[in-house]
Each structure stands twice: as structure tokens, then as C-alpha cells.
């Protein structure tokens, strides 16, 4: 009879001992998914959200130039997901962004008086995981910053050159942001609209010019762009804030559409 009770004894702890071993065996495979493998998940999650907001920016730029060449006003809604979500399960953050009009980032000046004054659509993805980027359409052009490299020119503004024989014509397409009060600024991780709409357009020539001085936050990505239409025809300066081209050999004349575009963003409308 004891020797009985004795084999049950020991047969009750070894199940013991084998549930505490199988529950230490499953709390290690669980840490080592959540040290190890959900990072990477959360890092190509995050990553796959950028990309998805690169695209979403390049159809916002095409519908401003759209709604810039055809000066109708017919509001176009374009897609801008702001961030992402946590996995479920797991301890893991979501990833939160920033959407806003800003007005006066800038200046475009023509022998050293203002002319343009530049606006942007700036967003600012705030990663747990990803390295954190910033979107910014300012004056016609895609531009991309990131903590540990220069902005660069993703998409260049609407500028077309002629290169004559004794001139250097450009045709310079600038669209001015209007933002709507209270409808200018939103973050979270979800997806929002920003609707914009044509409103109007004022033209302007200028021929024989010495500098066009572009001040920006991006000086690298201008110099970028501009550097790619005008080559070593002008002289390019950049400088902690700005971007200078003046006159090399040839005549520079600068041939400019201020375009208004009203911009807001979700949720609601206002008229």
C-alpha cells in the first residue's frame, strides 16, 4: 500500500515537473519571437507604410499639377495613411504620423526681391521600429528627409528648361498652398483625405536676370533638382538655408505661374 502511494507521488510530480517544462519551453519560444522575429516584422511593416506613403505623395503631386494645368475647380480627395497599427499578441507600438499645411516655408526671389513666397504639405512619420522619414511637397517638388542623411528631390517641381544659344529660358509652374482654418493639421495612425481645389493663377516674366534665390529648409534637394535642369549652364550656390543661381555665360529669363490651390484636411469639409 505505501509502496503504491509512493509511485503515485512520483508520477504526480513528474506531470508537474513536465507542465512547468513545457510552460518554461513555450515562455521561451514566445520571448525569442519577441525579441528576435517581431522587430523585423514591425521594422518591414513599418517600412511597407513608407512606401505606401511615397506613392500616396506622388498621386497628391499629380493631382495639384493636374488641377494646376487644367485651372478647373473640381476638389480632388487624395489618400494619406498616416501610420500603422500594433500586432496583436505581442508587445509591439504603433506607428503615429503628422499631416499639415504650412504656409511661408519659404521664398523665391529674383535679383534679390520676393516674388513667390512657398507653402508646403508636410508630413512626419513618427517610427517605433523604421527609420522615421519626412514627406514635404513644397513648391511643385517631393521632397524626403531623414535623421541621418540630406534631403533629396524624390520628385522634381514643374520647371522646364530651354537652353538657346545665348539664352536660358525657365518655365517655372509654382503651386501656393492655401490651408482651410481648423483644417490644416491632423495625426494619429489611421487614414485621412486631404481635398484640394484650383482657385486662381497670376503670371509673371522676368528677362535678363542675375540671381534667382530660392530660401528653403531643403537647400540640398533644391540644389538637387535645380542642378539636374540647368546643369553647368548657370552657377549654383547653396548655402545652410538657401539655393542661388545666377548668371554664368548665357541670358537667364524666368518665366513663372504663381497657382493658388486650396487645400483641407479630413474629416469634414468645409466649402
Not at 20 to 45: E, F, G, R, T, W
Not at 238 to 254: A, D, F, H, R
Amino acid at each position: 500500500m505505501i509502496q503504491s502511494r509512493s509511485i503515485s507521488n512520483k508520477t504526480a510530480i513528474a506531470g508537474v515537473i513536465e507542465a512547468l517544462l513545457m510552460v518554461a519551453l513555450v515562455a521561451i519560444v514566445i520571448s525569442i519571437i519577441q525579441v528576435v522575429y517581431i522587430p523585423q516584422v514591425m521594422n518591414q511593416k513599418e517600412a511597407d507604410h513608407m512606401d505606401n506613403v511615397a506613392n500616396q505623395f506622388s498621386f497628391l503631386k499629380a493631382v495639384v499639377d493636374l488641377q494646376s494645368m487644367t485651372e478647373k475647380d473640381v476638389p480632388i480627395s487624395s489618400p494619406i495613411t498616416l501610420g500603422s497599427r500594433e500586432l496583436p499578441y505581442f508587445v509591439t507600438a504603433k506607428a503615429y504620423g503628422e499631416l499639415r499645411i504650412l504656409d511661408n516655408v519659404g521664398r523665391i526671389e529674383v535679383d534679390y526681391a520676393p516674388i513667390v513666397t512657398l507653402t508646403s504639405i508636410k508630413y512626419e512619420a513618427f517610427n517605433s521600429y523604421f527609420v522615421r522619414q519626412i514627406y514635404v511637397l513644397e513648391g511643385g517638388g517631393i521632397i524626403v528627409k531623414q535623421p541621418d542623411g540630406d534631403p533629396v528631390m524624390r520628385v522634381d517641381p514643374m520647371i522646364t528648361v530651354k537652353n538657346e544659344t545665348t539664352e536660358i529660358d525657365i518655365y517655372f509652374d509654382i503651386p501656393i498652398i492655401i490651408g482651410v482654418p481648423g483644417k490644416n493639421i491632423t495625426s494619429g495612425y489611421e487614414g485621412c483625405f486631404i481635398r484640394t481645389n484650383y482657385s486662381n493663377k497670376i503670371q509673371g516674366s522676368l528677362t535678363g536676370i542675375n540671381s534667382i534665390l530660392i530660401t528653403t529648409e531643403y537647400p540640398d534637394a533644391w540644389n538637387e533638382s535645380l542642378y539636374n535642369f540647368l546643369g553647368d549652364n548657370v552657377n549654383i550656390e547653396k548655402g545652410s538655408n538657401y539655393v542661388e543661381v545666377t548668371e554664368k555665360v548665357k541670358q537667364i529669363n524666368l518665366y513663372y505661374k504663381e497657382i493658388y490651390i486650396y487645400a483641407q484636411i479630413s474629416p469634414g469639409w468645409t466649402k
